[in-house]
């Protein structure tokens, strides 16, 4: 049972006498009457906790909506002017496992330094908070059509404490979203934030006078840092202008979402340093380099994925055509790098399907921008076709209104025609045992049309082979002997290549299709509608 306050009072004092019997009076009373203060604001804090921790909770709930808000502990000081708050948890209505958020301690109180320059704001402290999202709280998310700055937040953590906050520090705080696959989170783990002078005290009307420093561990083995300055009051919405740096931050956790593309990715890691601008007078982004190493990327496509890729291109298209030279927004990158990788083409669509590749692939752009005032970007890519073939892209890029405008020029080395069989199979119903392929063409594509030309060489056809086709019909075996046979007699003497030359020109799709697009269609045609038959034509005679 609880001691009454007036027998605990008479137990204070009876302490107090023992211990300060040698004290001068007027001493010993100053300190009894402040030991009793101490024990008055403390019973009134503790008396005051539990309706105060209600009054907070209820006011959090009507602040939010769309989401509920328990808070099972409260702790007043009322001598500092504190509040601590213990496993404050916040829940999705629709979806409230997991919680959104979980708090284990979160204490506000009196800035004490501001109170010096006559200035009553508060310090928000936040100790390892952790946010939990996943893919069905986000599509709930979208569904309401309510927008995330309209559900309440702000006013939400404003009923915690009366006054402004001026000092806000996140320490050791864990942020996971799970996608379709929950044993691949996507993690920003041990994240620190400091946001000061936030009510712009110490500052005049400048652009950004609040520092902010933040840091964190990405996908368990990246590391990113942020340092910069805000402007926490600008309207409508605040600003920030930093500096940031991101290393070794694995892209093979972006797998699921990047699938649902057709888009299938494995391995790699980014780095990337440089300079951003986030404001209402315009959104800058500059690149000092960014690095991407050891990733194998496949474009896919089959008739189950036919309306992803549209999607998905359609999606493209319409990003780069928002962002071209788009006012207030500006992004450059002086040297993207994409170092030891592959990059492949997965047909399903056709029987047998088929991958084409560039392995070992680097590829180096530089000036690469979205406003048309920076000028061209310079790309070279080397790699080794199907594995193999040796092979240089070199392309000069410029930005313009109308649509894509470069030049490209590539060459493809001596590649093994046996690496090509799935490709000739789907194609041209037959295989090879030997022979080399190689390619050149210069392309320049303006004003939505492009010109070039494209010249292939096959050299030492092989298309039959007793022991590879020993378990082919008496039909197709018959098929490939004559293809080979014509091959044989269609051969340049001396050289034992064939050839074949195709010009490219035409309208390549205007300003409805972005520069990647456009290179792939060209890719596609010329391989499709010129290498291919041309080869067909040399080893078969065919019109």
């Known amino acids: 049972m609880a001691m009454p306050a007036k027998d605990s009072l008479r137990l204070v004092d009876a302490a107090f006498r023992d211990t300060t019997a040698k004290l001068p009076r007027a001493l010993r009373r100053a300190i009894l009457a402040v030991a009793v203060l101490a024990v008055m604001v403390a019973a009134a804090s503790a008396i005051m906790e539990g309706p105060l ?11 939010l909506t769309g989401y509920h808000v328990r808070l099972p502990k409260l702790r007043a000081h009322l001598l500092g002017l504190a509040i601590t708050l213990e496993n404050l948890t916040v829940r999705q209505t629709a979806h409230p496992e997991p919680p959104v958020l979980v708090v284990p301690k979160l ?8 109170l010096l320059t006559f200035h009553l704001v508060a310090d928000f402290e936040f100790d390892e908070p952790r946010v939990h999202l996943d893919l069905t709280q986000l599509r709930k998310e979208s569904e309401d059509k309510i927008p995330v700055k309209n559900r309440g937040w702000q006013r939400a ?3 915690i404490y009366p006054l402004k906050i001026n000092l806000l520090e996140i320490r050791d705080a ?11 989170p996507l993690t920003i783990t041990h994240f620190n934030l400091t946001a000061n002078n936030i009510r712009n005290i110490h500052s005049p009307e400048d652009a950004y006078p609040s520092p902010v420093e933040a840091e964190g561990v990405i996908l368990k083995s990246g590391r990113g840092r942020f340092a910069g300055h805000a402007d926490f009051l600008r309207e409508p919405y ?28 494995h391995g790699a890691s980014l780095s990337t340093r440089g300079e951003m601008e986030y404001a209402p007078t315009g959104k800058t982004a500059r690149l000092d380099g960014l690095t991407i190493r050891g990733v194998r990327v496949d474009l896919l496509h089959s008739p189950e994925t036919a309306s992803a890729e549209r999607a998905r291109d359609a999606a493209i298209a319409r990003n780069v055509r928002k962002a071209s030279n788009a006012p207030g927004l500006q992004i450059e990158t002086r040297t993207l790098s994409v170092v030891d990788s592959e990059v492949g083409l997965v047909n399903r669509a056709r029987t047998p399907p088929y991958r084409v590749f560039l ?27 199907m594995g193999e073939g040796r092979s240089v892209a070199e392309g000069t890029f410029r930005p313009a209104r109308a649509g894509p405008d470069f030049d490209l020029s590539v060459r493809i080395g001596d590649t093994p025609l046996t690496a090509m069989n799935d490709l000739l199979r789907a194609y041209g119903k037959f295989d090879v045992v030997g022979g080399t392929f190689s390619m050149y063409t210069q392309l320049k594509v303006h004003g939505g049309r492009v010109d070039g030309y494209l010249k292939p060489f096959f050299s030492d056809v092989d298309v039959y082979d007793r022991r590879q086709d020993r378990s082919k019909s008496l039909f197709h075996k018959a098929y490939e002997a004559i293809v080979g046979a014509l091959s044989n007699l269609l051969e340049n003497p001396g050289s034992d290549k064939l050839a074949t030359k195709a010009t490219i020109s035409g309208p390549v799709g205007g300003s409805s299709m972005n520069t990647l697009q456009t290179i792939v269609r060209l890719i596609q045609n010329a391989f499709f509608k010129a290498i291919l038959p041309g080869f067909e034509r040399a080893v078969t005679g065919k019109k």
Do not use: C
């Open 107 to 114: 204490h506000a109180s009196v800035e004490w330094k501001e």
């Open 53 to 63: 921790r209600r009054s907070i909770e209820r006011r959090m709930n009507e602040s």
């Open 238 to 265: 605040a600003a920030v202008h930093a500096v940031f740096r991101l290393s070794r931050v694995p892209l093979d956790y972006f797998r699921p979402m990047l699938e649902r593309s057709s888009i299938r990715i």
């Open 157 to 159: 953590f404003e009923a």
């Open 359 to 385: 392995s070992h692939a680097d590829l180096k752009v530089s000036n690469l921008s979205n406003q048309f005032r920076q000028g061209p970007a310079n790309a070279r890519l080397t790699g080794l076709f």
């Open 174 to 184: 864990d942020f996971t979203y799970v996608d379709e696959d929950p044993r691949r």
